[in-house]
């Protein structure tokens, strides 16, 4: 059974920094899609990032420039770098992932993955 487990958010006052993690265990294989998304109070659950086994990543328009992505393939562990964060990056952020995936670049939309982890909370405040 995937399981992935994140850890990382907390709060912070504008212009700070997060760094979320995500660790996953019990993929079939090692080539997947790993995926950040968030949502907002009262809002719609919104792609962040996303990151594929064989590397190639993705970051929304909106946070690129201030939020990174990345992987620890050795431990199985994602990441978002989450720098320059202002009020509007208030939001639970969940880690996604999307197993048996053989290319580099993975799908943006939520239903096209089937485990998630139970979130973690950031607050960004002014």
């Known amino acids: 059974q995937v399981m992935l487990v994140e850890s990382g958010g907390g709060s912070v006052q504008a212009g700070g920094s997060l760094k979320l993690s995500c660790t996953v265990s019990?993929?079939?294989?090692?080539?997947?899609?790993m995926a950040w998304f968030r949502q907002a109070p009262g809002g719609e659950l919104e792609g962040v990032a996303t990151i594929a086994s064989p590397g190639g990543t993705t970051v929304a328009a909106s946070m690129k420039g201030r939020f990174t992505v990345s992987k620890d393939n050795a431990k199985n562990t994602l990441y978002l770098q989450m720098n320059s964060l202002e009020p509007e990056d208030t939001a639970m952020y969940y880690c996604?992932?999307?197993?048996?995936?053989?290319?580099?670049?993975?799908?943006?939309?939520?239903?096209?993955?089937?485990?998630w982890g139970q979130g973690t909370q950031v607050t960004v405040s002014s």
């Open positions: 019990g993929a079939p294989d090692r080539y997947y899609c």
């Open positions: 996604a992932v999307r197993t048996r995936w053989y290319i580099s670049t993975c799908p943006g939309d939520m239903s096209s993955y089937a485990y």
